[in-house]
Structures are given as C-alpha cells and as structure tokens.
C-alpha cells in the first residue's frame, strides 16, 4: 500500500430495497460522466447483454486530450482530437444530456441541473476531473488576452500553445506543475521537452531559458523513469525548480508568482519573469463530488470519491462504483489506467447484480507516454507499488525511443476510438 493511502474495506454486497417514486426516470445502471471512463464501461455493459445502461453527460463533445500535446507542438491537428458525442455512446445505452449535480446514495438518486431526478439500482461514477483555473490568480485573463500564455490543458489553447512557440524569439519559458493532482501528471513537461527540441532545432537553444517550476519533488515519482528524465533535462539545459507552486498571473507584467515551500516547511513568495509561459491549472474532483456523500471529507483524499483500490467498489456503498480521474484510486490520472481499471469494474459490478462477491482486481496500471523530443518518446508503465510494469514483449521502454513516439502518434488514436471507446480493448 501506498504511504498515506486508505485502503477500503468493502461492505457485503447486500443490496436493501428502495421504494420507488412514481413518475421518476429509473434505470438499472446510471454511469456519471460520457468520458473515456464513462464509455468504456458501457460499452463492456452492453457487450454483456445489459439492456438498461444510461450516461450522464452534458457535453457534445468527446475529446481524445493525449494529442493536444502534439497538437500544442505543431505535430498534430485540434480537429482530429474531437468526435460528436453521439457518435461515441454504445448502441443501446440511453444519453441524458445534463449535468448531475447531487447524488443521494441512501435513496439512489441522481439530481441534474435541468431538473431531473434519475433513480439507480447500480451507479458508476466517473464525472472526471475539474480544471480549476481561477485558482491561480489572473491565469484565466492571461489566457484569453496575453498571445504569450498558453495550456494544453483546454482544447481551445493547444492550438495557441503553438503559435506561442513559433513566435518565440528568445528569453525565459516558463512551464509549471501545480500542487494538487492532475490528469496526465507528465503533460507538462512533455510540452516543455518539445519546446526545448523546437528552440534547438531553431538554431537559438542558447537564446532560450527554460525553467521548470514544478509544486512536487521530483521531475517524476517512479525513479527507473526520472533517472532517464533527469538526463533529458540536462541536455536541454532546463532549469528545474521544485516546490514551487504556482498562485498568480501577472500577465500585463509577464511575472509569475509562486508559493516556494522551504525546507524547514516554512514558504515565500517567489517572482519569475516569463517571455513565455505554459501552465497547468490545479485540479480537483467536480464541486458536485466534493459535496456528496460519496467523497471523502477529510484527510489528504478529501474531496475525491471513495473506491477500494483492487475492486472499484465504493466501502459505504456496495451498489457504487467509481474509476478514472475523480476516484481516489492512488495511482496516476491517464487514460491507460482507465483501460485497465474499466475491465475490472464490469466484472465486479456484473458479480454484484449476479448476487456474488466481487473477484477481480486492478493492480494500479498506469502508463504515461512522455514525449521528450520530435520523434522522442519515453513510454512510462508502472504500478501501485511504482514498479515498472513494460507491456510490450521485448521493447526496453526505459529507453527515449522513436518507435514509442509512432505508437503515441498513430498507434494510440486508433486504439482509442476504434478498440477502447467499443469496449474491445
């Protein structure tokens, strides 16, 4: 177990009748959030025969996010990562286009903002993850006016982040990492490695001051792979500044400020100019999860939904079970987790709505593709325990290789929308 992990012990699978309401939506399975998560589970659902699936989703749109970076690099196009989301639900699963803004899990019911209340038998909760920008002061005004701030983060500024790297003739790139936890905790430094190779291969590197202003301790948390990142980090020359947290934009000055907490745990405040400046906004489970039942409430997994770390089961709630980026599942937030966390949750729900005792078990999976140059890439597999757990037969994947940037460019896409979204993969 992870330090400073709960580990959740779950209830008997006893499911307590409920009486139901006349007149209110019911169905047997409602999953929370029309994402990667969302529709890989109904996918599988449907493929086991499950006629009464529906998807909580208020978005038109479905997004493949692990491009933006390429597309923030020039490498790929914005339009190629987005599909209507009608055409990603499963044949036979019901879309309700709306917000949830409240679960009760004692009555097993779901609030939206437009107004309905959706009965359950079984829940699954994947809504995603919160991009909090008006946490940092003025990032989000230094976004839509200033042409040198830029996140991959939003797909209406990957294509921006781009344009800021051409137009870039020299002086302090600025890349930041924030405190909180975040989804595809390598993307930003992905985009900072392929800014550096840009400025290389522009021919003025030596114009260039790179800095990475990063709230954690490490360049990344599985030593096999930092020991390689470390070494990439030195032949860009960055400049590398931990516990560094980033608080204001002061975008008509070109400063960033920071929270720099010290080694005796006191902190300062810390002011970096900037001529360019990507940054990662901080992140949090939406404000509905915050609110419900199902969060915790305290302690360092507050806010982020309660699931036993090997089943996907909530403890509290045996009907309930949560995967992807708003869980508190103690590994990283990518999308290749989800591809092994959806499996395991069907299989376990199944077993719950057949009256047995859930069996399988997710081992923390994880994968994080980091692209540390054009045609660059380290592809970073690994577990609970952070243990490096290689998937691919006879590949050294603790080696930069250009064969892994092929996968992540072509490879991956196509598994995502024709494989993982299906339920086939």
Not at 123 to 149: H, S, T, Y
Not at 275 to 293: T, W
Not at 348 to 367: F, K, V
Request: charged share 25%; with cysteine.
């Amino acid at each position: 177990m992870s330090e400073g992990v709960t580990e959740h012990v779950c209830k008997d699978p006893v499911m307590v009748p409920v009486a139901r309401v006349p007149g209110m939506e019911r169905h047997r399975v409602v999953i929370i959030g029309g994402g990667t998560a969302g529709i890989s589970v109904a996918a599988r659902l449907a493929h086991a025969g499950q006629k009464d699936v529906a998807i909580l989703e208020p978005s038109s749109h479905h997004y493949y996010q692990p491009m933006w970076t390429l597309v923030g690099a020039g490498e790929a196009r914005v339009e190629d990562t987005i599909r209507d989301e009608s055409r990603c639900i499963p044949r036979g699963v019901k879309w309700i286009q709306d917000w949830a803004e409240e679960v009760d899990p004692v009555a097993r019911t779901v609030s939206t903002r437009g107004g309905k209340r959706i009965e359950y038998d079984f829940l699954v909760v994947a809504p995603g993850i919160q991009l909090d920008w008006d946490k940092v002061k003025g990032l989000r005004q230094a976004l839509e006016q200033r042409p040198n701030v830029s996140s991959n983060y939003d797909v209406r500024y990957a294509p921006k982040t781009w344009e800021m790297l051409r137009a870039f003739q020299g002086g302090t790139a600025l890349f930041t990492h924030p405190a909180t936890p975040v989804k595809c905790a390598g993307a930003p430094q992905k985009i900072m490695y392929l800014a550096a190779d840009h400025f290389r291969k522009r021919s003025f590197q030596d114009k260039a001051h790179v800095i990475f202003a990063s709230a954690g301790k490490v360049i990344f948390g599985v030593k096999e792979y930092a020991a390689v990142l470390e070494q990439v980090v030195q032949r860009y020359g960055i400049d590398t500044r931990y516990q560094h947290n980033l608080t204001e934009v002061r975008g008509d000055k070109n400063e960033a400020v920071f929270t720099r907490t010290l080694a005796d745990g006191s902190t300062e405040e810390v002011v970096i100019p900037y001529d360019l400046l990507h940054a990662c906004p901080p992140q949090s489970a939406p404000d509905f999860i915050k609110r419900s039942p199902l969060a915790w409430q305290e302690g360092g997994t507050k806010g982020w939904v309660k699931a036993n770390k090997h089943t996907l089961q909530h403890p509290d709630h045996p009907e309930v079970f949560a995967l992807g980026d708003a869980s508190d599942l103690p590994t990283s937030r990518t999308g290749a987790a989800i591809r092994k966390q959806a499996p395991v949750l069907v299989e376990n729900l199944l077993a719950i709505m057949a009256g047995r005792a859930p069996t399988a078990s997710y081992d923390g999976y994880a994968s994080c593709p980091l692209t540390t140059g054009y045609g660059k890439l380290l592809l970073a597999e690994f577990d609970y325990d952070g243990k490096p757990t290689p998937s691919i037969p006879l590949i050294d994947t603790l080696k930069e290789r250009h064969d892994m940037w092929l996968l992540k460019k072509y490879g991956l896409p196509q598994l995502y929308w024709k494989l993982m979204l299906r339920g086939w993969a």
